[in-house]
Nanobody, 115 residues
Framework: QVHPVASGGGSVQAGGSLRLSCTAP????????IHWYRQPAGKQREWVSY???????SYADSVKGRFTISKDKARDTVYLQMVSLKPEDTAMYSC?????????WGQGTQVTVSS
């Protein structure tokens, strides 16, 4: 079973930036792609962004223009660069495989944006 691991969260003020990392075996990143999700406290998990093996990317409307997903070809890592953060971006962020592949949900990484 593949265990993607999210890291890099923290506390920032509105307008600040953070870069999250998702680590998974490169084979699965390239074959399956990686989705980023987030779950605000007391709410349902929502999809944030996706990158596939060919570099195609997609974003939720709420983060488009502020978040950038990318793959590090030299490492088993997918990044989510987040800028112009807003208090409504506060959530537990997690990553998982795409493309119909099965991966375990890890603990995620907390992002807290204060106004």
């Amino acid at each position: 079973q593949v265990h993607p691991v999210a890291s890099g969260g923290g506390s920032v003020q509105a307008g600040g930036s953070l870069r999250l990392s998702c680590t998974a075996p490169r084979f699965f990143i390239n074959r399956c792609g990686i989705h980023w999700y987030r779950q605000p406290a007391g709410k349902q998990r929502e999809w944030v962004s996706y990158v596939n093996g060919g570099g195609y990317t997609s974003y939720a409307d709420s983060v488009k223009g502020r978040f950038t997903i990318s793959k590090d070809k030299a490492r088993d890592t997918v990044y989510l660069q987040m800028v112009s953060l807003k208090p409504e971006d506060t959530a537990m962020y997690s990553c998982n495989l795409g493309g119909g592949c099965l991966g375990d949900w890890g603990q995620g990484t907390q992002v807290t944006v204060s106004s």
